[in-house]
């Protein structure tokens, strides 16, 4: 693995811990319906552009830690196809919590992304 790769995985890894928990609580808002961790996992292997895929395991400890801090909640019921099911939706501290979260990401994202527009347009050439 390269210098440049290795740089890349634990940029990727710093950025992913900072983004997971609003991205969850998001999912929870979104739904309709209270989710288990495998249904919020493959809604986001399909959108998540291999930002998260593969990383279907560490969404639990996240997820208890949103629970933890009163932004999720979650119940066990049994299922008929396996060991029972623990089930997660948004509480309404957490739909605040994610409102805000969802404009402190926006505003940054501009940020980032209008100093990498400048960054970009300094270094071409005249």
């Given at each position: 693995?390269?210098?440049?790769e290795?740089?890349?995985?634990?940029?990727?890894?710093?950025l992913?811990?900072?983004?997971?928990?609003?991205?969850?609580?998001?999912?929870?808002?979104?739904?309709?319906q209270?989710l288990?961790?495998y249904?919020?996992?493959?809604?986001?292997?399909?959108?998540?552009?291999?930002?998260?895929?593969?990383?279907?395991?560490a969404?639990y400890?996240?997820?208890?830690?949103l629970?933890?801090?009163g932004?999720?909640?979650?119940d066990?019921?049994?299922?008929?196809?396996?060991?029972?099911?623990?089930?997660?939706r948004?509480?309404?501290l957490?739909?605040?919590?994610?409102?805000?979260?969802?404009?402190?990401?926006?505003?940054?994202?501009a940020f980032?992304d209008r100093t990498?527009?400048?960054?970009?347009?300094?270094?071409?050439?005249?």
């Amino acid at each position: 693995m390269t210098d440049t790769e290795l740089f890349l995985k634990k940029f990727q890894k710093e950025l992913a811990a900072g983004t997971v928990s609003l991205v969850l609580l998001t999912v929870l808002l979104r739904a309709n319906q209270p989710l288990y961790g495998y249904q919020i996992a493959k809604q986001l292997d399909g959108s998540s552009e291999g930002v998260i895929a593969g990383k279907q395991s560490a969404l639990y400890p996240v997820l208890r830690n949103l629970e933890a801090a009163g932004l999720a909640e979650s119940d066990i019921e049994p299922s008929i196809s396996g060991p029972p099911r623990r089930y997660y939706r948004i509480t309404e501290l957490g739909r605040e919590v994610q409102r805000t979260w969802a404009e402190s990401w926006a505003a940054t994202r501009a940020f980032v992304d209008r100093t990498l527009v400048d960054m970009t347009l300094a270094e071409k050439p005249a």
